[in-house]
């Protein structure tokens, strides 16, 4: 019913940049947020940045001042720039979807992504 294109990963050095984009198609009557999360190996997924429809924004403490997360409503896609990049931001990133898709009633969904992988290099 909703499907999530995410792409943008990649390996970069530290101290380098990516922008990962997220991209909600299908059977969408609203959004109530999108976000970003990621797995390292051996790791528990947790949560990077989130957005909600309307705008507010929550960090993992860990990517504050480096990440920016936004979204474009038209386009229901959601952007990740990550900026000054560690070592230890190296993870499978998956975006996901938690919103309400067409049909009686409306039927509130909750999508995850295949993933991107970040690689950051010291």
């Known amino acids: 019913q909703v499907q999530l294109v995410e792409s943008g990963g990649g390996l970069v050095q530290a101290g380098g940049s990516l922008r990962l984009s997220c991209a909600a198609s299908?059977?969408?009557?609203?959004?109530?947020?999108m976000g970003w999360y990621r797995q390292a190996p051996g790791k528990q997924r947790e949560l990077v940045a989130a957005i909600t429809s309307g705008g507010n924004t929550n960090y993992a403490d860990s990517v504050k001042g480096r990440f920016t997360i936004s979204r474009d409503n038209a386009k229901n896609t959601v952007y990740l720039v990550m900026n000054s990049l560690k070592p230890e931001d190296t993870a499978l990133y998956y975006c996901?979807?938690?919103?309400?898709?067409?049909?009686?009633?409306?039927?509130?969904?909750?999508?995850w992504g295949q993933g991107t992988q970040v690689t950051v290099s010291s």
């Open positions: 299908g059977s969408i009557f609203s959004i109530n947020a």
């Open positions: 996901r979807f938690a919103g309400v898709v067409r049909g009686p009633g409306g039927v509130a969904v909750d999508y």
